[in-house]
């Protein structure tokens, strides 16, 4: 849990506590055990400190620019520390939680946080597919086989299959497949191969 939350810009972390904006409707549970809560470690003037470091680094642009001499030269533009006032600082405690998950043989991670009304979510690794790395906005789909995660299956360059005997939801690595009227693949799970193995079918891994 972090006690500590500098809030440094307008971005989607700093909305929700400033303003306590309900961006994920989530039930904050309680707790059977006493929550200790230390004091701040740091002190009005280190706050201030790191807070206009942060500016800084967060508004340093690199510009390039052509001079009369037709040269094209590089500066980098960045605020200087005597320009930058902080009239006051507040200290609450926004609580960040991470949770980790074990699915079959996968490990996930979810960083979320806490406000008065609700939590935010900012990252969780079960949001993203394992085949393409981007981020799965609707359904998704877990393999039964491996514990990953993945796009729902689709006709063409699909990133996950369903088992065509038991119906098994299968990602790509984990799909096998024997041929089906020679140009047609029928996806099968490990377990569906085996059998069709031993009825002396030639079964394949999708991805070898």
Known sequence: ??????ICGLNVRARFIMNNEKIESCQIPKFSFPVQRPNFSLGLTSISDHAKNLI???YTRCVSYYGKNNVRYT????PH?????ITDTKQSYYPEW???LKILEKKYKGIFLENQNSILKLQFDMDYCNQCKEKIYNTKL??????NIAHPPKKLWSHSYLCSECGK?????CTHYVRKWLILKRKLCRECGLTFESNSAKVKKLLK
């Open 142 to 147: 877990i393999c039964n086989s491996c514990g």
């Open 56 to 58: 800084i680094k967060q």
């Open 169 to 173: 939801t299968l990602c790509k690595q």
């Open 81 to 85: 520390l005597s320009k930058i006032f």
């Open 98 to 100: 991470q949770i980790d």
């Open 75 to 78: 500066k980098t533009c960045k």
């Open 1 to 6: 849990m972090n006690p500590l939350v500098l």
